[in-house]
């Protein structure tokens, strides 16, 4: 897909995610966010889509006040709360025109809209700026050059500055898996960096791994029955969806149930990676 074509993909989705929210499948809608729940030790070991922020909390607290850009920040939930919790600025970028809409909203009522902006455009082509850290949260894998794309963020980050990225990072073998292809093809994935790849292109945009964490363990992992059972529902549904939109929804369903075979399988990692830009 183009830019432009991820872009409606999202607005899509968020329309979606609205719709299905009553009905369960709004994901982390209520928090704003567009990426994965884990197990949270703060809710008793239930799954949060907060969790997250709170790993992010710990890199970015420590820099404050910091100059943060979000890459691929969805619908501003997570720059939302790391701003409450953390000083500083946030930049996020999107493709989506909805999902921005929706953020912008978002960061006006909580009364952040000083603080916090949100643009349009791809993260290959980041705000002429200077940030102490740059995060990317479930986007990088939508990237179809990722050697160009963290090149393009890392020119960005002032000396000393910190990259994170969160994302589903293949082992070796979910090569030969029929999932991954589905997975890749119903999440507008082009290509996906395994762990190895991530730490050979971090090195060589100019990144030292300072940090990785395997965050799988604290994914909710549903039975293989109930798994099975979704898939022939998505089965049923893609042949019964008339229009071309409606099928790259349950498309993307299809591919995230895949997702959910990969990890049970042990054939994917939830990744979070820490790396350093070296002082000049
Ligand atoms: C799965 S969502 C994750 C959103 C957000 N990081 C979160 O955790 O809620 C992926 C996001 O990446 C963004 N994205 C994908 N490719 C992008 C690109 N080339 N430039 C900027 N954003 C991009 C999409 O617009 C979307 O907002």
């Not at 921005?100 to 916090?116: D, E, K, M, Q, S």
């Not at 794309?149 to 980050?157: D, G, I, K, Q, V």
């Not at 000396?159 to 070796?172: C, H, N, Q, S, W």
Request: hydrophobic share 45%.
């Amino acid at each position: 897909l183009t830019d432009q074509g991820l872009g409606l993909y999202y607005d899509r989705l968020t329309r979606f995610t609205a719709w299905a929210r009553p009905i369960g499948l709004g994901g982390g809608r209520r928090h704003l966010t567009v990426h994965r729940a884990l197990a949270d030790p703060r809710h008793e070991g239930r799954a949060t889509v907060t969790r997250l922020h709170d790993l992010l909390f710990e890199v970015l607290s420590p820099l404050a006040p910091v100059r943060a850009l979000d890459a691929g920040c969805g619908l501003g939930g997570t720059m939302i709360d790391l701003a409450r919790r953390c000083d500083g600025t946030f930049t996020g970028l999107t493709l989506s025109e909805r999902q921005a809409a929706i953020a912008r909203r978002a960061i006006a009522r909580a009364a952040l809209t000083p603080r916090i902006e949100v643009l349009v455009g791809t993260y290959d082509a980041p705000p002429r700026a200077r940030f102490d850290v740059v995060y990317a949260v479930e986007s990088l894998a939508h990237s179809p050059n990722p050697a160009r794309t963290l090149n393009a963020l890392t020119a960005r980050l002032a000396a000393g500055g910190t990259f994170v990225v969160v994302d589903d990072m293949p082992e070796p073998a979910a090569r030969a898996s029929p999932d991954l292809a589905a997975f890749m093809a119903g999440w507008q994935v082009p290509m996906l960096l395994s762990g190895e790849d991530y730490t050979d292109g971090l090195a060589r945009a100019g990144l030292s791994l300072i940090a990785a964490h395997d965050l799988s363990e604290g994914l909710r992992r549903r039975h293989r029955a109930s798994l099975a059972a979704l898939a022939t529902l998505g089965r049923w549904l893609a042949r019964l969806t008339p229009g071309a939109s409606q099928r790259a929804l349950i498309d993307s369903y299809r591919g995230g149930l895949a997702l959910e075979r990969l990890y049970r399988d042990g054939l994917m990692r939830y990744r979070l990676l820490v790396a350093r830009k070296p002082h000049a």
